[in-house]
């Protein structure tokens, strides 16, 4: 399964990333980091739901 981010939702994270960024830049690449795991977490749990159908 692909996750496909539309251009408005990448365009949403970057600016959720740019405010806290500005007043916390290391929270920011946490911010950013946990929401590529949670969406790779995401792609293997709808593989492995497929899998166990």
């Known amino acids: 399964m692909r996750i496909i981010l539309l251009p408005y939702a990448i365009a949403d994270l970057k600016e959720i990333k740019d405010f806290i ?29 497929h899998c166990q159908s």
Not at 42 to 49: D, G, I
């Open 21 to 49: 960024a500005k007043e916390n830049p290391a929270a920011s690449r946490k911010v950013a980091q946990r929401i590529k795991k949670s969406l790779h977490l995401l792609k293997n749990a709808s593989l492995f739901r």
